[in-house]
């Protein structure tokens, strides 16, 4: 499947963004699980949001909580990140991946997901 990230940018703190990822996946993305990954600089990368197929329930990391919002368009195949006040520490590559498959380990251990895209770039300043 191919997905192709969009939306980043360079905002100062408390600023808000809103990542798009668009997938290929026509009639099959109703069943994919969908995430976004980030990847500060340096660092390795964590899983932040994550929402299911179906059921459509959500799941944050502690550390984007209350500030960010995962949601999905099925009918355009697209996977949104509403990022609200924005802090320095939010400064990363963000990805969306999917995955068929969900366990325990899927959110936020970060397993089972098999494609990803190529990455946007979120740059937030003090």
């Known amino acids: 499947a191919q997905l192709e990230e969009s939306g980043g940018g360079s905002v100062p703190a408390g600023a808000s963004l809103r990542l798009s990822c668009v997938t290929g996946g026509g009639n099959l993305f109703t069943t994919w699980n969908m995430a976004w990954f980030r990847q500060p600089p340096g660092q390795e990368r964590e899983a932040i949001a994550a929402i299911t197929w179906g059921d459509e329930k959500t799941y944050y990391s502690d550390s984007v909580k209350g500030r960010f919002t995962i949601s999905r368009d099925n009918a355009k195949s697209t996977v949104y990140l509403e990022m609200n006040s924005l802090k320095p520490e939010d400064t990363a590559k963000y990805f969306c991946?999917?995955?068929?498959?969900?366990?325990?380990?899927?959110?936020?251990?970060?397993?089972?997901?098999?494609?990803w895209g190529q990455g946007t770039q979120v740059s937030v300043s003090s």
């Open positions: 991946a999917k995955s068929a498959v969900w366990g325990t380990a899927s959110f936020p251990e970060g397993r089972f997901w098999d494609s």
